[in-house]
């Protein structure tokens, strides 16, 4: 097993199976293009902090089996399945995932920003507006009242 | 044949063996030798009588003024004598035909020579070659790279057979040199090209460029002389020639020679102010930094310097340092320190501002005794005093930090200086009996107060960054208790000299009234947030800062709202619509990512009951707003009655309208299950609807999937719409499902019309329309073909003729076995016929109406 070296913004170092890190594309670019010398250097991700990386290395080697999964295209009105594995990760504060969002983001792990957009999706849909206001603690930038107008026509 | 021999004879001496084909060298060689046996023979004496003679390499010469040149080298060959050569193209003639051009550059002068080829084989090469030499001359050597420079062209510029060319160029004595593919210098220089730096003077000379020397050449091949005219001409030509040369020589050969400039690279040391140099800005905006560290090059060479700069907070690494020229950086350093001088007066002046305050505050407290006695008080009424000062400060600060977030802090403090030294001066004018007014003059004191104690720490907080901050807000807050300990000297002891409490409150406001002059002259007003490079805020009204304090989530971070819109959009992408409604309700980032054009590409038009639900109305409005964005539509209903079909045509009209008046261009088109012959027999809006809906598809010119099974048209309609689809985008459609598209069961398709769709992937059919002819318009690209039979249908014969008419049609896919699917019941990988056979046998009589067959074809 070839193992890589992430380094995290707080200069602290994880240990993780290639072949896992590759499920990143961003890292799987980083592995494949440039000569990082896999027993020697460290890959460093300077904008991922520690706690932030450990559940995205946790999910990722818990889900390195499985088939990249296919868009959805049919819209419905009930949640989307989530589960249970991923259910528990995402019993975490909203600020986490959101921060773990950002990072999946920028590490280009596709299932991992959807499974964030299917969860956040999921409380959007069982949430009214004013629980959404309070959920996800939005500043008040107020929308413009021809917009609301707009979009309430609808 | 002597270069054969002097080869042999070579490969005999040395014990190195030459192989293979004549170079050009041995060819050389080989002609040197024979042209001294030829003068050896016939020219025993060494000389020729009436020419001066001369001997090079064992070979007499004829002696002339070309051996004397100065001139380098290259200067002596005629033009193209040695010669790059490229392909270039394909270039694309009218008649969508390829063709390529051959460049033909010289070495030495950069002419260049096009010639057009229609293919690349070599033949034509050749000839492109041919025709170069016989215009141009022919050169003694040929630089070419072996094709791999334009990526995409590669494999065809392979096929050229340049062992073969080379070959026959070596016959002709070409050398032929082939360079790295990096190296194609080659194609990189145009005839008209300027080759010296074109000056703006319009009376300065011409600038040279290559088509000059090509034109010389042309003009000295005309050799033909004899009459006086000629030879003046002549002359005059010959000079231009030589004024040519000294020009090219003077002008374009010293620029040849580079000279590295020199670099002014001096030692940098941490702390230096260096501008950073930004490719995207202009150099007047480019950020000063000062030095924190200074991180090595591999080579040594201080490239990286890491500096916070005042526009960025971060520190940053900026690898292209150049440091300002001497006088800049003086300049600059200079400025900082003056910054700096105006910086502590200015803190001074704060200084002094709240000594004074104090002083008076504290001076009253200090007389307090004789206020009470004067005035003939008790103690409640004399701690009132104090009261309201306080509470008046208490009102006022708020007010004050309001203000001093949008407007001058300098005037504010200036007036509210000014204020306090006339509130505190009149106040030691109050007459015995008037205790009231005296009251009410504190409490303008504490008004007064309230304006310089909110806003100056933010004035020293903005003036100074980090570690000044601190020291310029301790010196400001020192001044507090300095001024209430000499408050208590002062008050007292002036109230003693001067003989009077009031003389104690007199003193102070010309303090007061210097520190006004001293912050009008001495402050500047700085940036709010100055020193943590912050862009200036455009001040907020007044009603929404207020709603914005009573709005709960004031404090609350505006993480989610900021979420990138990649991510915003994938979430919406999972919301149906009356969540992304409710969602984009939220905040207006969120409202932005609604009108994110990816996430109205599918839209749904669907009625499923008897009236016209909001979700037909939601659709049409999304057509209305959205629709230039919409790729997919599907109409459907289900259960409608005829006043609901009525409607549903309305809206349906409304709907393509709408959608044409967005310029959408649908990608998918599904309309099914309208059962026209069933369920608008007798409506009189089905010619429109039909009309309508054929000219919607005549607009849409990108469809590639259309799906209008069970749409049970008459004869006529369904020939009309199916005109209209191959009209838009026959050869583009690549699924096309036209399952119970026809009310009729014959085999009515229109051969030419179902021609146009050649490009098909997946077709369904009703089996009792299919003929051969019509297979055979399904195109050759065919890989998914479904039949629908019904029950009557499935003869075994019937279907053996199908799939032997069937199979022409897509020859490239090989019918080698057929999976049979049965809505019933299924079993994979049956013979189809066998299958049916063996269905018809057993459960003819439990089989349903219809059922439908699937025939995969396997490749």
Known sequence: MVIARLQSKDGDIFIIDVDVAKRSNTLKLAIEMSKIDLDDDVIPIENITSNVLKPIIDWLTYHKDDEPSEPIKILKAKPYYISNWDKEFLKMDLKLLYEIMNAAHFLDIKDLVDLGCKHIANIIKISSHEELTEIFEFEATPILLTELEQIENM | ?859
């Open chain 2, 1 to 859: 044949m002597m270069a054969w021999i002097r080869r042999f004879i070579n490969n005999l001496r040395s014990s190195t063996k030459v192989k293979g084909e004549l170079s050009v060298k041995e060819i050389d060689e080989a002609e040197l030798a024979l042209l001294k046996l030829v003068q050896a023979e016939c020219l025993p004496s060494h000389s020729i009588p009436g020419l001066k003679v001369c001997e090079v390499e064992g070979i007499l010469r004829v002696k002339t003024k070309l051996i004397y040149s100065s001139d380098e080298f290259g200067f002596r060959l005629p033009v193209f004598e040695v010669v790059g050569i490229d392909l270039a193209g394909p270039l694309y003639l009218k008649d969508q035909t390829k063709t390529w051009v051959v460049l033909f550059t010289c070495a030495v002068y950069r002419c260049v020579h096009l010639e057009l080829v229609i293919s690349l084989s070599t033949e034509d090469f050749l000839m492109a070659l041919e025709r170069f030499i016989k215009r141009r001359g022919r050169p003694s050597t040929i630089f070419s790279d072996n094709g791999t420079n334009f990526v995409g062209a590669n494999n065809f510029f392979k096929q050229i057979d340049w062992e073969r060319v080379s070959n026959d160029g070596k016959v002709k004595r070409i050398g032929w040199k082939f360079i790295p593919p990096t190296a194609a210098w080659w194609e990189a220089v145009m005839n008209g090209r300027p080759m010296t730096y074109v000056s703006d003077d319009p009376n300065d000379l011409v600038t040279i460029s290559p088509s000059m020397f090509l034109q010389e050449q042309t003009d000295v091949e005309c050799q033909n002389m004899g009459s006086n005219p000629t030879t003046q001409k002549l002359r005059y030509l010959s000079k231009l020639r030589d004024e040519l040369k000294s020009r090219f020589r003077k002008e374009y050969l010293s620029l040849l020679v580079q000279r590295n400039r020199r670099i002014y690279n001096p030692k940098l040391q941490a702390g230096d102010v260096v501008l950073v140099g930004m490719d995207n800005k202009k150099r007047n905006f480019w950020p000063l930094a000062v030095i924190e560290e200074i991180l090595f090059g591999r080579d040594g060479v201080n490239r990286l310097v890491k500096g916070p700069t005042p526009g960025i907070r971060r520190s940053c690494v900026c690898t292209h340092v150049r440091v300002g020229s001497k006088g800049v950086c003086f300049h600059v350093r200079n400025g900082l320190k003056l910054q700096a001088k105006g910086l502590c007066l200015v803190d001074h002046c704060l200084v002094l501002r709240g000594l004074p305050d104090k002083v008076s505050d504290e001076s009253e407290s200090g007389v307090l005794e004789e206020v009470r006695g004067y005035y003939s008080l008790d103690d409640s009424l004399a701690g009132l005093i104090q009261t309201l000062f306080v509470v008046s400060y208490m009102i006022t600060a708020p007010i004050f930090g309001y203000l001093g977030d949008r407007y001058n802090r300098t005037y504010i403090i200036a007036a509210g200086i000014s204020f306090w030294s006339v509130t505190t001066l009149l106040g030691s004018f109050i007459p015995r009996d008037k205790f009231g007014w005296f009251l009410f003059l504190r409490a303008m004191v504490g008004v007064g107060e309230a304006s310089y104690s909110t806003i100056a720490p933010t004035i020293i907080a903005d003036l100074f960054s980090e570690a000044h901050r601190s020291f310029g807000l301790a010196f400001f807050y020192f001044a507090i208790p300095l001024g209430s300990g000499s408050g208590y000297m002062v008050g007292s002891s002036v109230a003693k000299a001067l003989g009077g409490w009031q003389w104690g409150l007199r003193v102070t406001p010309g303090l007061g009234i210097l520190s006004v002059v001293a912050a009008l002259l001495l402050l500047v007003h700085p940036q709010r947030g100055h020193a943590e490079g912050a862009q200036a805020q455009n001040a907020t009204s007044l009603t929404h800062d207020l709603k914005a304090l009573a709005h709960k989530d004031k404090a609350m971070i505006i993480m989610w709202a900021g979420l990138p819109q990649e991510l915003l959009g994938s979430i919406f992408s999972y919301l149906s619509y009356n969540d992304r409604v409710a969602a984009a309700r939220v905040c207006s980032q969120w409202s932005c990512a609604f009108h994110h054009p990816d996430l109205w590409h599918t839209l749904d038009f669907e009625c499923q009951g008897r009236v016209f639900s909001r979700d037909e109305r939601r659709a049409l409005k999304i057509a209305e707003r959205f629709g230039k964005y919409v790729k997919a539509l599907t109409v459907s209903y289900h259960k409608v009655n005829f006043k609901g079909r009525q409607m549903f045509q309305k809206h349906l009209c409304q709907l393509f309208q709408r959608l044409s008046e967005q310029k959408c261009r649908l990608k998918a088109f599904k309309m099914t299950q309208l059962f026209f012959h069933h369920h608008w027999r007798n409506i009189s809006n089905r010619k429109i609807l039909v009309d309508r809906t054929r000219r919607f598809l005549r607009q849409q010119t990108r469809l590639e999937t259309v799906d209008l099974s069970k749409m049970d048209f008459n004869v006529k309609d369904g020939l009309r719409v199916l005109e209209a689809l191959a009209d838009s985008c026959g050869p583009r459609l690549r699924e096309l499902y036209l399952k119970d598209f026809f009310h009729n069961h014959q085999p009515i398709y229109r051969h030419k019309t179902m021609l146009t769709f050649s490009n098909l992937l997946k077709v369904s059919l009703n089996h009792s329309v299919l003929s051969s002819k019509l297979c055979l318009g399904l195109g050759t690209k065919l890989v998914h073909l479904t039949i629908k039979c019904r029950r009557h249908d499935f003869f075994p014969i019937e279907l053996t003729g199908t799939s032997e008419s069937c199979h022409p049609s897509c020859p490239s896919v090989p019918l080698n076995y057929w999976s049979g699917y049965l809505s019933e019941e299924g079993e994979d990988n049956a013979e189809l016929i066998d299958y049916v056979r063996y269905l018809r046998d057993n459960f003819a009589n439990s089989l349903g109406e219809t059922f439908s067959v699937l025939l995969v074809c396997v490749a």
